[in-house]
Each structure stands twice: as structure tokens, then as C-alpha cells.
Nanobody, 128 residues
């Protein structure tokens, strides 16, 4: 069983930065893809960013492009989300997710239901 543990959330002023981390533990960890999703109060969970574990290729939601950067450290089984120029609308619980196998459809990585493992979430609050 794989466990994902997020950290790095907190309270920050608009325009500030935060770096989230997600560490994977458990049996031999070699995912196909990892991603960050977020869920604001009263809203559905939404895709933020994804990274292919072997190639390192990335993709982002339009709302965070140019401000957020996803990266990974394979040796540490860790994925990061660097968040810059934060806005109040970025306030949400941020979740890390992992998928073990290749996706069957194009851009399926934006679909939360395509992931096998989830972390418990970390709160990010951006004040105006």
C-alpha cells in the first residue's frame, strides 16, 4: 500500500509564495503520474498540475499557469508544488494524488477519479 503525506500549507498574503511537498511511502513506489488537486469550500475538487514520473513532463490548469510549478525528486519519492504570486482564489485544501498505470485516454490526468492514491490534504489560505 502506498501512502502520500502532504506538507507545506499555511496562511500567506496575496502575492506571496508557498511550497507544498508530498512524500510517498510504502511498498516500492514507481507511479506513472502524480498530480496536485485542490478543493475550495463549497466547490468540487479541481485539477491543478500533473507530472509524469519518468519523463518529468508537466501540465497545468489555466488558472495557475505561469504561477505554479510542479516538480519531483525520484530519489526522495517526493513531488513538489511551488506556488508563487498567490491569490485569494487559490485558497483551498491541496491534495496530492498518484496513479500506478498509464492513462487510457488523452489528458485523463486531469480527472480525479483516475488516481489510485491520495494524501490527506494540506490547507492553503491566501489573505487579501
Amino acid at each position: 500500500q502506498v501512502q502520500l503525506v502532504e506538507s507545506g500549507g499555511g496562511l500567506v498574503q496575496a502575492g506571496g509564495s508557498l511550497r507544498l511537498s508530498c512524500v510517498a511511502s510504502g511498498r516500492t513506489f514507481s507511479p506513472y503520474n502524480m498530480a496536485w488537486f485542490r478543493q475550495a469550500p463549497g466547490k468540487e475538487r479541481e485539477f491543478v498540475a500533473a507530472i509524469n514520473w519518468s519523463s518529468g513532463s508537466t501540465d497545468y490548469a489555466d488558472s495557475v499557469k505561469g504561477r505554479f510549478t510542479i516538480s519531483r525528486d525520484n530519489a526522495k519519492n517526493t513531488v513538489y508544488l511551488q506556488m508563487n504570486s498567490l491569490k485569494p482564489e487559490d485558497t483551498a485544501v491541496y491534495y496530492c494524488a498518484a496513479r500506478a498505470r498509464a492513462f487510457p485516454y488523452y489528458r485523463e490526468y486531469v480527472n480525479q477519479y483516475a488516481y489510485d492514491y491520495w494524501g490527506q490534504g494540506t490547507q492553503v489560505t491566501v489573505s487579501s
